[in-house]
Each structure stands twice: as structure tokens, then as C-alpha cells.
């Protein structure tokens, strides 16, 4: 399967949330970087032979993994050549791919199933802002860094109101910690007796 579409909608995010979601265990690879020649493919196709990596071997697992070839457009035409050789041979190991534009080698193949995927409409984001806007900033505190995150990335965890260690709310124990050094407060009275003393003396 290759998920395809214009950079910076979430495909690579859909994959990894998509994999978790029917139960397996992602493996993510960036294919730009270590897929450069057909050499690097065939230790790809050594190292993965097996549906369960040694990590979830050893917690127990029984989870399927699942291969992620992450930008593969970006990878070496020989690459790719031998990726499609592998991905058309009988193999127990899933393989999702994600790429801006789809290479040629892969337009016309039967064993991969191409998915366009489209950013999403102004007309939603318009209607997501009317609504849910106000919620959105009481929930992610006003944070503008915790909004923009969770509109990237959904739901996010929602901070605890912060807890009141007194009886006063914290504006009014705020006010009470800046009276401690008013003038009646007994340390400045007594650096004032003080001061009046060396004074007069």
C-alpha cells in the first residue's frame, strides 16, 4: 500500500496511527536516507524476513510488525526497482509506503495499492474554528504552542487546573506573599528602629 499526496498532511502519521490501529507494531524507515542502491534493499529484505522484531520479542509480544518506507520518492531508482522485485514476491511481512509523488516503477504495479490522500478543506477548518475555538484555547491553556499541536496532531492531553494549596485563590495569595513587605511588616520595622538610631546618634 503507498499513501501519496502534497507534504505536511499527515500521511506518514495516518501510516503510523493506521498500523497501530489493526494491532501491529510500526517499523519506520526513512527511505530517502538509507535506501541509495539495490545493495541497501537487499539488507533491508535480510534484516526484515521475520514478522516480529527482537524488541517485541523480548517484552512478549505478539503483535505483527509492519514495514514503513517513509518518503521513498526520494529514494535511488535502482532501490527502487529492487523494493518492487521484493514487495511482488510471497512474503509475510506488510509493507506501507508514503511518497509526495509516485514513482514511476510503482504506477503500474498490481501488488501495490496506491491511496491518494488530500489536506483537508477550508470549509472545515473554518467551521472546526467557529465552533470548538474558545474550547480549543480553555483547554490547551492558552498555550499557542499546545493549540497548534493538537490541531496537527488531535486530541492532546489537557493540563489539571493548578491546585490550591490554601484557602485563598492564587490571586488573593499572590497579594498576601507582596504584603509580607509592607511597612508594618516586623523586619522592616526593625531595620527602620534602626536606621532612626544610628541617625540621632
Known sequence: MMLHGPPGIGKTTMALASIRTCG?????????????????????????????????????????????????????????????????????????????????????????????????KLADLELLFKQDLKVLARECQHDVRRILHRLQYGESDVLPQPVVLTKYTPEVTTIIHQKMWFPTDPILLGYHRDTLDSAHS
Open 24 to 120: 501491529m507494531e510500526p517499523i519506520e524507515i526513512n527511505a530517502t536516507q538509507t535506501m541509495r542502491s539495490h545493495e541497501d534493499v537487499a539488507k533491508l529484505v535480510a534484516s526484515y524476513r521475520n514478522t516480529r522484531t527482537i524488541a517485541s520479542m523480548i517484552r512478549g509480544d505478539t503483535k505483527t510488525s509492519c514495514l514503513v518506507l517513509d518518503e521513498i520518492d526520494g529514494s535511488d531508482s535502482h532501490a527502487q526497482r529492487k523494493l518492487a522485485e521484493w514487495m511482488s514476491t510471497e512474503r509475510t511481512l506488510p509493507i506501507l509506503l508514503t511518497c509526495n509523488e509516485v514513482p514511476r516503477i510503482f504506477k503500474n504495479s498490481d501488488h501495490v495499492e496506491l491511496i491518494r490522500c488530500f489536506p483537508p
